[in-house]
């Protein structure tokens, strides 16, 4: 699936688990979309987490955040075979800069 997308923030994380010892790497995007929809108990937009590879960080990092990117997205089986959502590719397009406060 392919959409234009504000992401927020991108971020690598890495922690030894506490129940194996191995250590566990990954990285992580925020974003939000036009997609979102108002309800009686909610307003604006909730960021979106998922998952993202080293060289979709490594692109992000580049050209930066908050920006506007389209990104790809691809579904793969997660824990007890829910999907799991993960972000192949973010094709910057532009930068976003909130407006200067008075």
């Known amino acids: 699936m392919s959409e234009t997308v504000l992401v927020l923030r991108a ?14 790497k ?22 979106m987490k998922v998952a993202i590879s080293d060289e979709v960080f490594n692109d992000i990092k580049h050209y930066g955040a ?12 997660g824990k007890d075979g829910t999907a799991t959502v993960t972000l192949v590719k973010a094709k910057f397009q532009q930068p976003f800069k909130l407006p200067e406060s008075e």
């Open 66 to 77: 908050p920006a506007i990117y389209d990104i790809t997205t691809k579904t793969r089986p």
């Open 11 to 24: 971020d690598r994380y890495e922690f030894t688990s506490e129940k194996t010892g191995e250590i566990i």
């Open 26 to 47: 990954g990285a992580n995007v925020y974003f939000i979309s036009d997609t979102q929809v108002e309800t009686p108990n909610a307003v604006g937009d909730k960021p």
